[in-house]
């Protein structure tokens, strides 16, 4: 698949919507900057509390490094985002490191396995948020800025999802079928989500195809149809036809046609 085929067409369409960068932020893309600030800053706290209790090496160098990478790929570029619109910033918070030396600063600790955990569940939140952010911002600039991090959070969330996969740190839900290797309850959850979202994506388009005549939007509709959704939708229920015989007779019929 030619993504340039698809994103240029898009580029264009979405070039006929964008304000100029001359007129002030709206108050959505106010709110994700802000918001995406202060959980950068609320997430730094968390890990270095996290870092004041464990006294496993290598975590403590992952976690150095998340920081460092939340600090100057997220906090500073929103900070310098807001402050060059005329907008003031939230104070950064004391740092916990301060307490003392990893591993001694806290009373209570949390073993490494709940601190992986709890880094994936945050990692998911921010995640959401990011994804959220660049659908709602219009502006080419503020939207580059969310694009970037979750580019930059998907690598850092990759890395976590590594280190608990080998240290077993998951506890799978059970197997969905008898079938050997096959997903379990979890993951057929997830995979049947995603796929009844693409159905409704394919409605959309299609419905969107049949109300417009406009020849630029119509070819990106269709290559969004054609070249992502339908191939999508194909990929996620052969994921469960191969291992749970999950797929509807309705998909199936949308994916053979």
């Known amino acids: 698949m030619?993504?340039?085929s698809i994103l240029q067409p898009l580029a264009k369409v979405v070039q006929i919507a964008q304000p100029k960068d001359n007129k002030p932020l709206h108050a959505g893309e106010i709110f994700y900057l802000w918001d995406g600030l202060t959980a950068?800053?609320?997430?730094?706290?968390?890990?270095?509390?996290?870092?004041?209790?464990t006294e496993d090496n290598e975590l403590m160098i992952?976690?150095?490094?998340?920081?460092q990478v939340i600090m100057l790929n997220r906090v500073r570029k929103?900070?310098?985002?807001?402050?060059?619109?005329?907008?003031?910033?939230?104070?950064?918070p004391a740092p916990k490191t301060a307490q003392g030396k990893p591993g001694v600063g806290q009373d209570?600790?949390?073993?490494?396995?709940?601190?992986?955990?709890?880094?994936?569940?945050?990692?998911?939140?921010?995640l959401k948020h990011d994804a959220e952010a660049v659908g709602a911002c219009t502006r080419e600039t503020v939207r580059k800025v969310f694009t970037d991090l979750l580019f930059d959070d998907m690598k850092g969330y990759s890395l976590?999802?590594?280190?608990?996969?080998?240290r077993q740190v998951f506890k799978a839900p059970p197997p969905a079928t008898a079938k050997d290797n096959s997903l379990n309850i979890d993951e057929v959850a997830r995979v049947w989500d995603v796929l009844?979202?693409?159905?409704?994506?394919?409605?959309?388009?299609?419905?969107?195809?049949s109300n417009t005549n406009d020849q630029d939007l119509i070819k990106l509709l269709s290559r969004t149809l054609d070249k992502i959704l339908i191939p999508q939708m194909v990929k996620l229920e052969n994921v469960l036809k191969l291992s749970c015989r999950g797929a509807t007779q309705s998909s199936?019929?949308?994916g053979q046609g």
Do not use: A, C
């Open 2 to 4: 030619n993504l340039l």
């Open 40 to 53: 950068g800053l609320e997430n730094i706290t968390v890990l270095e509390t996290y870092l004041m209790s």
């Open 62 to 67: 992952i976690l150095k490094g998340q920081i």
């Open 78 to 92: 929103l900070e310098n985002t807001l402050k060059q619109e005329g907008f003031s910033v939230p104070p950064r």
């Open 108 to 126: 209570v600790k949390l073993s490494d396995d709940e601190i992986i955990s709890n880094l994936l569940t945050w990692g998911g939140v921010v």
């Open 160 to 166: 976590l999802m590594e280190l608990g996969s080998g």
């Open 196 to 209: 009844t979202t693409r159905h409704l994506n394919i409605i959309n388009v299609e419905t969107y195809l």
């Open 252 to 254: 199936m019929k949308m």
